[in-house]
């Protein structure tokens, strides 16, 4: 995979590649649940910072990038929770 230096590029192909990743999730209730879930996060980190690149002042601009890294957090801790629950099933 090439380099990307751009961060809207960057968030979109991270939004991208988690929809990759859930299609190859096993179909049980809570992984469509989370799935879900991260999808949503993943894809509101992407759109939020491109809100962020058109707002007029500095305060809401730092604004829509913390809505960016909460969107990257919570997607993270989507990953984290099937992936506990599937070691717990062992």
Same mark, same amino acid.
């Not at 879930?37 to 829509?64: C, H, M, V, W």
């Given at each position: 995979?090439?380099?990307?230096?751009?961060?809207?590029?960057?968030?979109?192909?991270?939004?991208?590649?988690?929809?990759?990743?859930?299609?190859?999730?096993?179909?049980?209730?809570?992984?469509?649940?989370?799935?879900?879930? %991260?999808?949503? #996060?993943?894809?509101?980190?992407? =759109?939020?910072?491109?809100?962020?690149?058109?707002? @007029?002042? +500095?305060?809401?601009?730092? %604004?829509?990038? #913390?809505?960016?890294?909460?969107? =990257?957090?919570?997607?993270?801790?989507?990953?984290? @929770?099937? +992936?506990?629950?599937?070691?717990?099933?062992?």
């Amino acid at each position: 995979m090439e380099k990307i230096f751009n961060f809207e590029d960057r968030l979109v192909r991270f939004a991208g590649e988690c929809i990759f990743f859930t299609r190859q999730l096993e179909r049980l209730f809570e992984n469509e649940y989370y799935k879900n879930q %991260f999808i949503r #996060s993943s894809g509101s980190a992407s =759109l939020n910072f491109g809100e962020a690149q058109g707002t @007029i002042t +500095d305060k809401n601009f730092i %604004f829509k990038v #913390s809505l960016v890294i909460k969107e =990257l957090k919570e997607s993270r801790n989507s990953l984290k @929770i099937p +992936d506990y629950s599937k070691e717990r099933r062992r």
